[in-house]
């Protein structure tokens, strides 16, 4: 009898099964949907939520059921992420070596806190967007395409 009542305690939070691949063309446009993604909504409906916790992708929109787990972003979003950060660090850790030349220990006790913290504030909504982003291209695969 356990067993017959497991499955229902993971459920999504309102009981939304997942819903059919939503068709690129009738999705928002592709700012709408990058928007919603970067604020961890639902790109599809912008009510639910994209993640469960901090990087785990919800299997479908608790909302509209939108299968969002199905936009495997993979390594896209940390690559992305390294690519916006360094673009900010780089250049500020040169203004700030030209400007003060402060020493190797000041400049590791500033920039490598810094960088840290803005991969791991960037990498979260970075992935939303990645998600949005491949279901409006229709980027989408099934845990049994590999
Ligand atoms: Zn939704």
């Known amino acids: ?7 229902v305690d993971q459920l999504p939070a309102h009981g939304v099964a997942a819903g059919p691949i939503p068709d690129p063309a009738t999705m928002p446009p592709l700012p709408t949907v990058i928007g919603r993604g970067l ?9 639910g939520h994209v993640f469960d916790g901090y990087l785990t992708v919800v299997p479908a929109c608790d909302h509209c059921g939108a299968p969002l787990s199905l936009a495997r972003a993979d390594d896209a979003p940390p690559w992305l992420t390294i690519l916006i950060v360094g673009h900010l660090v780089v250049p500020l850790l040169y203004i700030v070596d030209q400007a003060y030349s402060p020493s190797l220990l000041v400049m590791s006790a500033i920039f490598l806190p810094l960088t840290t913290v803005l991969a791991l504030a960037l990498l979260r909504p970075v992935k939303g967007a990645m998600v949005g982003l491949m279901l409006k291209l229709g980027m989408l695969k099934s845990e049994s395409d590999g």
């Open 1 to 7: 009898m356990a067993l017959v009542h497991s499955h």
């Open 39 to 47: 604020r961890n909504r639902c790109p599809v409906c912008g009510e």
